[in-house]
């Protein structure tokens, strides 16, 4: 072997490694913030699970303290209204904060994209 012929190979090896590095490290990227992903959309519907008990507590006892039907459905009127815009600002947040590079990976952009995406994974962990 002539000296270009083993630097031809080492050359190609170096390149080789190079590239599989990135990819490699590109795709443990993706796997690991897909997971992270997940597992933020469990912790947010969580998060709306219990806000939802608490209206619920919140409305009922309104209700026992003698408080006049009309005003409570005002209340639960812009309760609804501000649980909405929250629940909203949730997803915006969740997307302007992710990285640019892998917003790819998003399979939603709105609240009840991100519920649907949930139920999926729900039912991906129960089979």
């Not at 031809?8 to 590095?21: E, N, V």
């Not at 992903?37 to 309104?62: A, N, P, Q, W």
Request: glycine fraction near 4%.
């Amino acid at each position: 072997m002539d000296f270009i012929e083993v630097a031809s190979w080492f050359l190609g090896g170096a390149l080789s490694y190079s590239f599989m590095s990135k990819f490699m490290g590109y795709y443990h990227a993706v796997i690991i913030l897909s997971d992270v992903t997940e597992h933020l959309l469990k912790m947010i519907g969580t998060v709306v699970e219990d806000v939802s008990y608490i209206r619920t507590m919140k409305y009922d006892s309104l209700s026992k303290m003698d408080i006049p039907e009309e005003e409570i459905e005002n209340i639960m009127k812009i309760d609804e209204k501000v649980y909405y815009n929250w629940k909203t600002s949730i997803i915006v947040k969740l997307i302007s904060n992710y990285p640019r590079k892998f917003r790819y990976l998003l399979t939603f952009h709105s609240w009840d994209g991100a519920m649907e995406e949930l139920d999926k994974i729900y039912k991906k962990e129960s089979r």
